[in-house]
């Protein structure tokens, strides 16, 4: 379990560090998008601070998944960025459904493998 837990937070974490890394320093193209996804990304980089704002987060939330350190935290910070890549994909685009899944479910895993840290938060 430790070495799945391992390989699972490298993937996640540097998924997320990539793809921050890679729309602040625009590294790769840019995907030309076409019907409803174009129109819901033409509406995101119209708020001018929506792209960041996730792109900092998913910075954020690799570099402690990543490096280890408060990773508790980075998991749960994830899980509305995950999530909403998921929904993306299965709504906008289906064809990268697939990855966002797993991405999805690394993000979960990770939560789960520290599950005991959280079962306080859900005591009433």
Not at 75 to 99: M, Q, S, Y
């Amino acid at each position: 379990m430790k070495i799945a837990t391992l390989i699972i937070r490298i993937l996640v974490g540097g998924l997320m560090l990539f793809a921050s890394i890679n729309y602040f320093f625009h590294l790769s193209p840019e995907p030309n998008f076409t019907g409803d996804m174009l129109t819901f990304t033409k509406g995101i980089a119209a708020t001018k601070y929506l792209m960041p704002l996730a792109k900092v987060v998913e910075l954020i939330a690799g570099l402690t998944i990543i490096s280890g350190k408060f990773i508790k935290i980075g998991a749960v910070i994830l899980v509305p960025v995950t999530l909403n890549i998921l929904l993306i994909n299965i709504f906008l685009l289906p064809d990268g459904t697939p990855i966002a899944a797993a991405l999805f479910l690394g993000n979960l895993f990770l939560i789960y493998t520290n599950w005991e840290t959280y079962k306080g938060i859900f005591k009433a």
